[in-house]
């Protein structure tokens, strides 16, 4: 595994929010901290799940367990916010809110951060990067891949 990607939040951007954590998602928000993706996978029926959940939405077994993740991934969609959505997102725009498809098959809702967000496209490859929250966890964003 290479070492991970870490991003900095823009110098006077408010806090990140700090996503809340459920008995479900906990294993996935303590990788965080490494930092370190990992995804839960359904024991029954041998697929990838995202988000964290009690039952696989397959095949509804309980036997979840989380395993490492590439951290690749490829941009499905892609808007560019002008202005904030929200009170902690001041200081960012513009910035990208996408959906990417990591390799294991599930889709995720992130930011590819980019100093030019207009051109971040639909097929673009991406990469995970993690920006430090103040609890110690990191939330997982993208970065286009340079290599490739
Ligand atoms: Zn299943």
Known sequence: MSDPI?????????????PPVSAASEPFWEATR???LVLQWCRSCERP??????????CLGTELEFRPASGRAT??????????ANPTMDGRGP????LVDLAEGVRMLTNVISDEPATVAVGDAVSVAWEPLSDGR???????????
């Open 138 to 148: 990191h939330l997982p964003v993208f970065v286009l891949d340079p290599s490739r």
């Open 95 to 98: 910035y990208a809110v996408a």
């Open 49 to 58: 799940v995202h988000f964290p959940r009690e039952a696989c939405p397959t």
């Open 34 to 36: 490494v930092p370190r």
């Open 75 to 84: 941009v499905h969609a892609v808007s560019v916010m002008a202005k904030p």
């Open 6 to 18: 870490l991003v900095a939040p823009p110098a006077g951007a408010a806090e990140r929010f700090r």
